[in-house]
């Protein structure tokens, strides 16, 4: 009879293949970035002068004051309506030359704090007369900080 009790043996963590693995890797990324300089392409953009363009459409500057009145074209409009800003635009629409792709583009050049509902009045306006081209004219702001902070 053997009363003797069993050695247990500790359990050992072979560190061979993980470090082996990591040499792998490591070589790896070795390899790949030292060639990524020679990948990059180096390209020589070609220089044009093309003259301006001279078929530019004309544009009709719808203004929009903060108490809601309009001006097209430096022009002060004598009422608030929609109808008589549409008739003004339509009569400007037809004295304007249109460019390659249709009639003039209006562009709304509206104050801050003017209401949302005349830039509105606008834009219908415009659909009304059939002018699609709307573009919205802004101010190159300075980076200031917003109100409250």
């Not at 301006?52 to 001006?71: K, N, S």
């Not at 003004?88 to 562009?107: E, F, H, K, N, Q």
Request: aromatic content about 4%; hydrophobic content about 50%; proline content about 5%.
């Amino acid at each position: 009879m053997n009363f003797r009790r069993a050695r247990r043996e500790e359990p050992e963590i072979n560190l061979i293949p993980f470090i082996d693995v990591l040499l792998v890797v490591l070589i790896f990324l070795m390899l790949s970035t030292t060639y990524s300089k020679f990948t990059e392409l180096q390209v020589s953009l070609p220089v044009a002068q093309a003259e301006p363009l001279r078929d530019r459409p004309r544009e009709i500057v719808v203004t929009v004051a903060a108490d809601g009145r309009y001006a097209l074209d430096g022009q002060a409009l004598d009422g608030r309506s929609v109808d008589l800003l549409a008739a003004a635009m339509a009569a400007a629409a037809g004295t304007a030359a249109g460019g390659p792709d249709g009639g003039p583009s209006v562009v709304v050049s509206a104050d801050a704090t003017a209401a949302h509902q005349a830039v509105i009045n606008v834009l219908d306006a415009a659909r009304r007369a059939g002018l699609t081209r709307v573009t919205f004219a802004t101010q190159a702001g300075t980076d200031t900080a917003a109100p409250g902070r």
